[in-house]
């Protein structure tokens, strides 16, 4: 009964293909995020969602696109993948209001060959 | 396993020491701050949690200080175990309210000798 599950949890692909990383909580939050981890541990936002509405992008390229179909699950698209985009990418989610801890995934690693 | 983290601050303590963690917050309107903890090969995990409105706060085994004079953030933990060893990191919630954005700090990791 994994709180919020991510697919896959390692992903191998070559430059210039498009992916998609899927997530779904469980935990009956509405706001839903995206983080990028670098090579040196920085936990970076990409994107909020609240109650299937985008709140922030953080100037996140546009071959990044978020999709929430609904409050429980928030897939993230991926074009023309590039070199740097190799990380780490963690779903996480909240209770909607602000001041409420996040809950993770354990995470996608992402390696663009 | 992992070869991240190489320029990651490194706190050594002995098993059964206390650890203290240390971490400098940028925005002095920032109004909830969160240490979260990371094991290899997992995500980051909740410990504990603070509002600006405290400057202490206490959890089990876990103590959090606020200090808003200097922005400053620490995260004491008593009698370290080999289940501690981790990479830390605290949060803060930058606001504007309603936009959920937290930064993160660049992290910390914990080694715990036995």
């Known amino acids: 009964d994994t709180a919020v599950s991510q697919t896959p949890k390692y992903l191998v692909t070559q430059m210039g293909n498009d992916k998609s990383i899927k997530c779904e909580q469980n935990?009956?939050?509405?706001?839903m995020y995206w983080y990028k981890q670098d090579s040196k541990k920085f936990l970076k936002i990409m994107f909020s969602?609240?109650?299937?509405?985008?709140?922030i992008n953080e100037t996140v390229p546009n071959r990044f696109s978020p999709k929430s179909p609904d409050k429980a699950h928030l897939n993230l698209h991926i074009n023309s993948l590039e070199l740097g985009d190799s990380a780490v990418y963690f779903c996480?989610?909240?209770?909607?209001?602000?001041?409420?801890?996040?809950?993770f995934g354990d995470g996608t690693r992402l390696s663009i060959l | 396993g992992e070869s991240v983290g190489l320029h990651l601050p490194t706190l050594s303590v002995q098993e059964g020491d206390n650890s203290i963690i240390n971490c400098a917050y940028s925005?002095?309107?920032?109004?909830?701050f969160i240490w979260y903890k990371q094991e290899s090969g997992k995500g980051p995990q909740f410990i504990i949690d603070?509002?600006?409105?405290?400057d202490k706060r206490q959890g089990q085994r876990v103590t959090v200080l606020l200090n808003k004079t200097v922005k400053h953030l620490s995260l004491q933990i008593a009698a370290t175990q080999p289940g501690d060893s981790a990479v830390y990191f605290c949060?803060?919630?930058?606001?504007?309210?309603?936009?959920?954005?937290?930064?993160f700090g660049t992290g910390t990791r914990l080694k715990v000798l036995a």
């Open positions: 949060a803060e919630n930058i606001g504007p309210s309603g936009t959920y954005k937290y930064i």
């Open positions: 603070i509002r600006s409105n405290m």
């Open positions: 996480a989610s909240s209770q909607g209001q602000d001041n409420q801890p996040q809950h």
């Open positions: 925005n002095s309107a920032s109004d909830y």
């Open positions: 935990l009956g939050h509405d706001t």
């Open positions: 969602y609240n109650n299937k509405e985008l709140i």
